[in-house]
């Protein structure tokens, strides 16, 4: 029970640091910009949209680059070493207490995540209307040459309206955006235990980078490279929509189960390595 | 019983603790005096388990720390600047550490607050609180638990003259309930009105001067 109670209260006086804050005004200001061609479309054809958006705005090559930055950006509070942590580490020993940080940055990823979803049926509003089905508006999109005509910054796949429910694709996403998001956060911690901030900073931006590389390789190639990609996976919704002919991702429970077992391996060498470190502490940010 | 002996801890090529041996037992005050850099804070943070020295022991009642006790979890402890949560008053964040050990007891944070000074009403932030008050809240953090050892790197800094006599009265009520105090001070007055014994710190080298 302590455990659980460290790890809720850790989420909940951090979840209001000003960095998140920063995160949610910044990913708006964007769907704001990024929703205006779909509301524009809405408008001429006076149909509102559903609020299922979220799994193709996450195939957007832009919004994502930009979504991993903003959480890579919040990620540099990692390890944990600052002054706060002091009397609270006394109190949890160092393995409790790792743990409710690993806790807590699952709980981090799912909010962003969550956050991010909410603010993209915020950003629709007033155009907005709560359906069970995908709606006429996407689908008519999807299938007609309403995308380039309005110039849609992020793209609808009919294949996904066939192979999933909107429910199913919504859930699918969160769940594989939030481990993706675990796993960044898990080895950067893991790198900054054994090496440093900096070389755990780069690792994750260079990850993201090689979403541009899995976007510009040869579709006959794009799903082998993508493989190895976990950052290009939050663009789940494209996982049943070929490209020339060509699978864009590897299989849904290829990528869950991948996600999962990296997640773990980081959980082993991060408790391992907090056995043997020293806590030299630095300021509070 | 605290046993520290032969302790060396090294940072890459500068020694900073050399070969230091110090017994503490309960029922007593220890002063450590030296001037900055000397090496008392890393000494404090290697008794605490924060640092792994490269050579010697720590033993707490017979248990090494790094190898039977992970921490030094059952002392209390100030180090450096005390640090807390900025945006949660003095009360949320001794309730919140007060927890992770213990079952919430509302009445016994608000004795401790009023203990060190705080008023346990006081709606303020503590990112907007003195020196003078987060000093007095890191001791309330140290002391609220009744821990056996108290581990205190200039508890003083910040404090006026009231509050210092208030925390040396509090100081020397703890010694006589048998608890052992380490304390690092700059100042002489303090080391002489509480300490049993008292060592100095110079260059890593700790050597008893009374």
Redesign the interface.
């Known amino acids: 029970m302590?455990q659980i109670?460290?790890t809720w209260?850790t989420y909940l006086?951090n979840i209001?640091h000003i960095r998140i804050i920063y995160f949610m005004i910044v990913i708006f200001i964007f769907l704001i910009r990024y929703n205006r061609p779909l509301l524009q479309y809405s408008a001429d054809m006076d149909y509102p949209v559903t609020i299922w958006v979220f799994p193709f705005l996450m195939s957007s090559f832009s919004f994502l680059t930009l979504f991993y930055f903003l959480f890579i950006y919040i990620n540099t509070d990692l390890p944990f070493m600052?002054?706060?942590q002091?009397?609270?580490?006394?109190?949890?020993?160092?393995?409790r207490w790792i743990f409710g940080q690993i806790g807590y940055l699952l709980l981090r990823s799912f909010t962003m995540v969550l956050l991010t979803f909410f603010l993209s049926v915020i950003a629709l509003l007033p155009h907005v209307e709560l359906e069970a089905g995908w709606g006429k508006l996407i689908q008519t999109a999807a299938l007609t040459g309403a995308q380039s005509e309005y110039d849609f910054q992020y793209p609808f796949f009919n294949e996904a309206f066939i192979e999933f429910t909107p429910l199913q694709l919504l859930l699918l996403t969160i769940s594989i955006c939030t481990l993706i998001l675990m796993l960044i956060s898990m080895a950067m911690l893991v790198l900054c235990l054994y090496i440093n901030r900096s070389v755990a900073v780069s690792f994750a931006v260079g990850n993201v980078v090689l979403l541009f590389m899995v976007n510009n390789t040869h579709p006959r190639m794009r799903m082998q490279v993508s493989k190895f990609v976990p950052v290009c996976w939050a663009e789940v919704a494209r996982v049943a929509t070929p490209a020339y002919g060509f699978y864009w991702l590897p299989s849904v429970s290829y990528m869950l189960t991948v996600l999962i077992i990296a997640i773990i391996i980081c959980s082993v060498l991060v408790v391992r390595k907090i056995?043997?470190i020293?806590?030299n502490?630095e300021d509070?940010l | 019983m605290i046993e520290v002996n032969n302790l060396v801890k090294s940072f890459k090529d500068n020694r900073v603790l050399n070969d230091v041996t110090i017994h503490c037992s309960p029922g007593k005050i220890y002063g450590i005096i030296g001037y900055n850099g000397s090496g008392k804070t890393v000494l404090f943070k290697c008794i605490l388990g924060f640092l792994k020295p490269n050579s010697g022991e720590i033993l707490v009642d017979g248990k090494r720390i790094g190898k039977e006790l992970d921490m030094l979890t059952s002392a209390g402890a100030i180090i450096e600047e005390p640090s807390f949560l900025k945006n949660k008053t003095a009360y949320q964040n001794l309730l919140f550490l007060y927890r992770l050990r213990n079952k919430p007891n509302k009445n016994h944070i608000i004795k401790v607050l009023e203990t060190v000074g705080l008023d346990p009403k006081l709606k303020r932030h503590v990112g907007k609180f003195s020196l003078g008050m987060k000093q007095r809240l890191a001791i309330a953090q140290a002391i609220m638990e009744d821990p056996e050892i108290l581990i205190l790197d200039e508890p003083m800094n910040g404090l006026d003259k009231n509050g210092i006599k208030q925390m040396r009265e509090l100081f020397l009520k703890m010694k006589s309930k048998g608890k052992i105090i380490l304390l690092a001070s700059h100042n002489k007055e303090d080391i002489e009105v509480l300490c049993d014994e008292v060592y100095e710190m110079d260059k890593g080298v700790l050597t008893q001067i009374r």
């Not at chain 1, 002091?86 to 393995?95: N, P, S």
């Open positions: 302590k109670y460290y209260r006086n209001r600052q002054r706060v002091m009397y609270q580490i006394l109190r949890m020993g160092r393995k056995n043997t020293e806590f502490w509070d």
